[in-house]
């Protein structure tokens, strides 16, 4: 166990706070780590139907929320092989963040996922769901969760 982490991130203090947790346990038992995140899908059916201008403008804005995403990772990247801890990153684009997340776990053949929970209480639980609920109620490996200072 903790030989290869998966640390879902999607740039909030939650994610980060994890991503902490996710390090120190890596230093200690000298893990791997995978950070991850995946990007919303294009509405590839509803730009079929629009004008080439919108559709190039949708794209190029998609392309550039990609670079962001790849910077800020190539970043913590740089952060954590200063500290001497293996890592690599992964983006994909996937309609359901919990599938993602368990896709990816088992691609990558990780033995724990590490995630924040962002506190979602009420109806926005009821209506949005949690992500956090669903990875660990599917997931085939052991899941660490780092509940958000709000809950």
Request: hydrophobic share 40%; proline share 4%; charged share 25%.
């Amino acid at each position: 166990m903790f030989k290869h982490l998966l640390v879902p991130l999607d740039g909030s203090a939650f994610a980060e706070k994890a991503l902490d947790y996710a390090l120190s346990l890596a230093s200690h038992y000298q893990s791997k780590v995978t950070l991850f995140h995946v990007l919303p899908p294009g509405r590839e059916d509803w730009e079929a139907e629009m004008r080439a201008e919108v559709t190039n403008i949708i794209n190029h804005i998609r392309e550039q929320e990609k670079c962001e995403i790849c910077d800020y990772l190539r970043a913590k990247e740089a952060e954590i092989q200063a500290q001497g801890i293996e890592v690599d990153a992964v983006v994909v684009s996937r309609p359901s963040v919990p599938e993602a997340i368990l896709k990816t776990a088992e691609e990558e053949d990780v033995d724990t996922i590490v995630m924040s929970t962002h506190g979602l209480t009420g109806i926005q639980r009821w209506l949005l769901g949690s992500v956090a609920e669903r990875v660990s109620r599917h997931a085939s490996v052991p899941v660490l969760l780092i509940r958000s200072q709000e809950e």
